[in-house]
Nanobody
C-alpha cells in the first residue's frame, strides 16, 4: 500500500507561481509512475503531467507545456510540480496519483492505483 500526501496549494494571482509537493510512504515509491491530475467542480479528472519511475521521462498535457515542470526525488519519496505563469483555468483541485507501469495508462486518471487527498489551487484574475 502507498500513502500520498499533497501540499503547497493556495491562492495566487494570474501570472504567479506555485510549487506542489507529493510525499509518499509505503511500498517502493521508485517503482511507481506518478502523475498530477486535476479536477474542476462538476468536471472529470484531467491528467496534467506524469513522470517515470526514475524521473528520466515526463509528459505533459498541451495546456501546461512550457509552464509546468514535474520532478521527483526518490531519496525523499517526493514528487514536485512547479507551476509558473498560472492562469485562472489552472484553478482546480490537484491530486497526486501513482501506480505500477503494468497497470497504469498514463493519460487515463481512472487507472491510477494510489491517490492523495488533493490540494486546492486558486488562481485569481
Amino acid at each position: 500500500q502507498v500513502q500520498l500526501v499533497e501540499s503547497g496549494g493556495g491562492v495566487v494571482q494570474a501570472g504567479g507561481s506555485l510549487r506542489l509537493s507529493c510525499a509518499a510512504s509505503g511500498r517502493a515509491f521508485d517503482r511507481l509512475l506518478v502523475a498530477w491530475i486535476r479536477q474542476a467542480p462538476g468536471k472529470d479528472r484531467e491528467f496534467v503531467t506524469g513522470i517515470s519511475e526514475s524521473g528520466g521521462r515526463s509528459v505533459y498535457v498541451d495546456s501546461v507545456k512550457g509552464r509546468f515542470t514535474i520532478s521527483r526525488d526518490n531519496a525523499k519519496n517526493t514528487v514536485y510540480l512547479e507551476m509558473n505563469s498560472l492562469k485562472p483555468e489552472d484553478t482546480p483541485i490537484y491530486y497526486c496519483a501513482a501506480g505500477r507501469r503494468t497497470v497504469v495508462r498514463t493519460y487515463q486518471p481512472t487507472t491510477y492505483e494510489y491517490w492523495g487527498q488533493g490540494t486546492q489551487v486558486t488562481v485569481s484574475s
